[in-house]
């Protein structure tokens, strides 16, 4: 039975791209901050990917306001610098997801040890998650580029999450909003939940999550829902 989930934050708990409200100031207008939300977090992904296979690590601080860097210039917007470093001061301002709340609630609930394993420092993902509400229902941080010296997917990303899980392997529940993070997941042979909120295709190339929901909460209750019928069952014997 699942003891442990390790989550994912930013694109699961929170939304990278609310930070389109910081923006909007600097730039004057909405949409326009909306695109630099959007080439910021394209960026910063791509560029934690190949870093990571470069072996070439970029602490997290620097990479962020290299990418939001890349995202003015993308849209050709030219800012003072004390400008754009406020900005990337503020990347911690991100919203949870609507229904995160009450579905950490109901996880802790359950029993259930959640955990952040992500690729911000710690210090970052614990102001984000102060901001976003989600702080009180975690029991441990954990940053892998701090710890593990890796973004994700990389092996070592997920061999952290098993060390510091605090449970059995087969116990932990990987939990995250992005497919490609679910493919370095299984592959460690880990179980594992993708909360697919734009719904996407599931890419096939032989990897298949444990489950597969809309949002959090649909993750929450098919664990309730398990919970329940093994309760019935283990009574029933």
């Keep these: 039975m699942i ?8 694109g ?11 923006i909007e100031p600097y730039v004057y207008e909405a949409h326009t901050a909306a695109r630099v939300a ?3 977090r394209f ?15 970029v602490p997290f601080p620097e990479l962020n306001e290299a990418c939001l860097r890349w995202a003015l210039e993308k849209e050709h917007l030219t800012l003072p610098d004390a400008a ?18 009450g579905a950490l609630k109901a996880l802790k609930q359950l029993g ?21 509400g989600t702080l009180p229902y975690i029991d441990e941080i954990i940053s892998n580029s701090e710890d593990a010296k890796a973004y994700k997917p990389s092996p070592k990303v997920y061999e952290l ?19 490609w993070e679910i493919v370095g997941a299984y592959r460690q042979g880990l179980k594992c939940a993708w909360i ?7 890419l096939r190339i032989g990897v298949t999550p444990t489950y597969n929901v809309g949002h959090l909460q649909g993750l929450a209750d098919a664990l309730a829902r398990e919970r329940g019928s093994s309760t019935a069952a283990r009574a029933a014997g």
């Design 3 to 10: 003891k442990t989930l390790l989550f994912d934050t930013q």
């Design 12 to 22: 699961t708990l929170v939304d990278n791209y609310s930070i389109a409200d910081v």
């Design 38 to 40: 959007v080439d910021w």
């Design 43 to 57: 960026q910063q992904k791509w560029a934690m990917f190949y870093t990571t296979l470069a072996d070439n690590l």
């Design 84 to 101: 754009i470093k406020s900005i990337a001061s503020q990347y911690n301002k991100l919203r949870a997801y609507p229904e995160v709340i």
């Design 112 to 132: 259930l040890t959640l955990k952040i394993v992500a690729n911000p420092t710690v210090q970052f993902i614990t102001d984000h998650s102060k901001f976003a």
């Design 161 to 179: 999450g098993v060390k510091r899980a605090g449970c059995a392997k087969d116990e932990i529940l990987w939990v995250t909003g992005h497919f």
């Design 196 to 202: 697919n909120r734009a719904r996407q295709p599931m």
